[in-house]
């Protein structure tokens, strides 16, 4: 009896040792790596010049992935460039028009005063003053618009050549040499390598997380090995808040259901492992509550 009383003594105080320690740990399964991917499209229609990358190759910041056929936009440039040459000209005409319009003006004016020239010839002068400010704003207008198209054409070749928006992977590439394209399709993705954990915990688990608490990562494709990292952040609502269709609880019946917070967990250092952490990995996040900065 007393060894039986001495045994269960000893279970119940592991258990409550087991109940303090794990008290101040929380972990979940609906966890995974997650990154930012660009998806590369084309801006402009055209066929495919150059594709200057392969799948799963490294690319830099404003390295060229894609380049499209050029010369009908050359051309576009070239045209609109003739147009602007030629409102400009007009305009200039129509300066010196202008010009000497008012010094007309002036001159018939003065000696109107001085009862020297006939109304009709301040009627004609005011005629035609009136006339060169109208093709001066006209002429004006006609080179805005013409810049304004040699802007656009310049902006539409430029498009002919698509580059990496930053650090990463190709991955998912779809276009080939010869391809037409149209504006819109997706070419290829760049997949950044600077890899992050999303933890979904349920609300009953966040009440004493923390920026900056340390985190045990464990990763399904890596199991011998445990990633060191911390909470960056948690997500300003639940899950739900920012589906496609959240939920309206106002209406019918109401069924009580455990939410859940995304948390980013970002990771220390995965040193040799970075090249094969890559997005969309299972993981099993577990962060330690006596860790981090109190609030």
Known sequence: ???????????????????????????????????????????????????????????????????????????????????????????QQ??????????????????????????????????????????????????????AALHNAELQLSYTTIVAPADGVVGKKTVETGARIQPGQALMAVVERNVWVLGNFKETQIGRMRVGQHVDVKIDAIPDHKFSAHIDSLQPGTGAVFSLLPPDNATGNFTKIVQ????????????????????????????DLRTGKRE
């Open 1 to 91: 009896m007393i060894i039986g009383g001495v045994c269960a003594g000893i279970v119940l105080i592991g258990v409550f040792l087991y109940w303090l320690h794990a008290r101040n740990f929380e972990s979940t399964d609906d966890a995974y790596t997650t990154t930012h991917v660009h998806e590369i499209s084309a801006r402009v229609a055209g066929t495919v010049e150059s594709g200057d990358v392969d799948d799963n190759q490294l690319v830099k910041p404003g390295q060229r992935l894609v380049m499209l056929d050029q010369r009908d936009f050359k051309v576009a440039v070239e045209q609109t460039q003739a147009q602007v040459l030629q409102r400009r000209a007009a305009a």
């Open 94 to 147: 129509a300066r010196v028009n202008l010009d000497h319009a008012q010094q007309d003006y002036d001159r018939v004016t003065k000696l109107s005063h001085e009862k020297v020239v006939a109304k009709q010839d301040l009627d004609n002068a005011t005629a035609a003053l009136r006339s060169g400010k109208a093709a001066m704003d006209a002429a004006t207008s006609d080179l805005a618009t013409a810049e």
């Open 260 to 287: 859940r917070v995304p948390v980013k967990i970002v990771f220390a250092d995965m040193g040799e492992y970075r090249s094969r952490v890559v997005p969309g990995l299972s993981c099993e996040p577990k962060i």
